[in-house]
């Protein structure tokens, strides 16, 4: 199969390679002819947000994203601002009401920031839907063409968890910046010389928290309706603490480009992390984005110049001598990733460094990982102690533990 065949739009814009991606997200090789719900990849990440405008600055300024489309009332549209933003082969689409009576407003008021569309690139959107329906799936947008100068693209979109849902779309007819309706828009931000082209690459996983007992049902869709498969659990004591714990499986598409990790909470002395996001969230929805870059420590750098706030590290944790004997030789030496506070962990086939920056928003919701793969295709299971045990400290600093 060609490289054109394998790769999204959006990573041939950002002159991703297949070696490439295999070491930022684990890509694995992957023969989509038996596959009933073959998915290329990610197409964007679609927020609901209070204020469309600033957050577009923020992700401009603080986390390096370029704009490259917009919609809103200059466009004909009425109902709201949608700005599109990219990094690498990530896509978020950022939306915020400008009428009064938009749904978005019911939403916002509802969730808070959050994601409501985790959309996904496909060769043949009607194909999937015909299997999705056969499967019980809810089709919540049949498929139909929407047209413009650039061409065409073909949309559907299948309800998931909670709110959230997946649009399936097929751009391969179409040039435009990102959909019809939209015109191209261009950053007017001046980046300070020897900024890095980008703090980050690609999206690695996307997490998903859903109420307790629900996890295996989840899990069951992903497999059942989009065919994705097993690739991980972690259960009973793999993410636990003295106080609070949460079981977590993993789902993946048959390339791995698309990960899901979902997650229900489990019987704790105390409430967990997702027991947190599911009472300020007002249910079931995306947790966190695993941002894949190839220099982490550059890119904590950067955020950190820029106010962004991580979870801290004891240092007890880089001391450990099991830790130590564990992951080996790793690329920077274990004091540079102690000054910043990233995590390491390693696999059979190979390691990773991870870092999670604190909620987004106001909420203790939607937050970011920072992932550097280096052959692992894992999760950082080892950190799931020393991690989990941060978010507690967050938490019962937030007084919701």
């Not at 065409?152 to 649009?167: D, M, N, P, S």
């Not at 992951?327 to 000054?339: F, H, Q, Y």
């Amino acid at each position: 199969m060609t490289v054109e065949h394998t790769l999204t739009s959006q990573e041939r814009l950002a002159d991703l390679d297949l070696d490439q991606l295999r070491q930022l997200v684990g890509l694995v090789e992957y023969d989509p002819e038996g596959d009933p719900f073959p998915v290329t990849g990610w197409d964007a990440v679609v927020w609901v947000v209070g204020n469309a405008t600033q957050a577009a600055l923020y992700y401009q300024l603080v986390w390096g994203m370029e704009l490259v489309a917009y919609s809103g009332p200059e466009t004909g549209n009425r109902d709201h601002h949608a700005y599109v933003l990219r990094s690498g082969a990530t896509r978020f689409v950022l939306r915020g009401g400008v009428d009064p009576d938009s749904a978005l407003h019911d939403h916002h008021r509802r969730h808070g920031d959050g994601i409501v569309d985790i959309a996904l690139e496909v060769p043949d959107v009607d194909r999937c839907i015909t299997h999705a329906r056969a499967q019980g799936a809810t089709v919540v947008e049949e498929p139909h063409d929407v047209t413009d100068e650039h061409g065409t693209v073909r949309l559907a979109a299948i309800a998931a968890y909670g709110e959230t849902r997946h649009t399936l779309v097929d751009r391969s007819r179409y040039t435009g910046p990102y959909l019809p309706g939209f015109v191209a828009r261009s950053s007017t931000v001046v980046r300070p010389a020897g900024s890095p082209k980008r703090l980050f690459q690609a999206l690695d996983h996307v997490v998903g928290n859903v109420e307790l007992g629900r996890m295996d049902e989840w899990v069951g869709f992903y497999n059942r309706v989009m065919g994705f498969t097993n690739m991980a659990e972690f259960v009973g004591d793999d993410i636990a603490t003295e106080y609070s714990a949460l079981m977590s499986k993993v789902v993946a598409s048959g390339n791995h480009r698309v990960k899901f990790p979902l997650n229900e909470p489990a019987m704790g002395k105390k409430r967990s992390q997702i027991d947190e996001y599911l009472d300020f969230y007002r249910g079931p929805g995306a947790q966190h984005l695993a941002l894949a870059t190839n220099d982490i420590l550059r890119t904590v750098d950067e955020l950190r110049a820029k106010g962004v706030e991580f979870l801290a590290t004891p240092d007890s944790y880089y001391t450990d001598p099991e830790l130590r004997a564990r992951i080996g030789e790793v690329r920077v030496p274990i004091e540079e990733l102690r000054s910043r506070g990233i995590l390491v962990d390693r696999d059979e086939d190979g390691y990773l460094l991870q870092i999670f920056t604190k909620p987004l928003g106001d909420r203790p919701t939607v937050f970011f990982e920072l992932i550097e793969r280096h052959g692992s295709l894992g999760f950082g299971k080892g950190n799931f102690q020393a991690l989990f045990e941060a978010i507690e400290r967050e938490q019962a600093r937030r007084g919701n533990f």
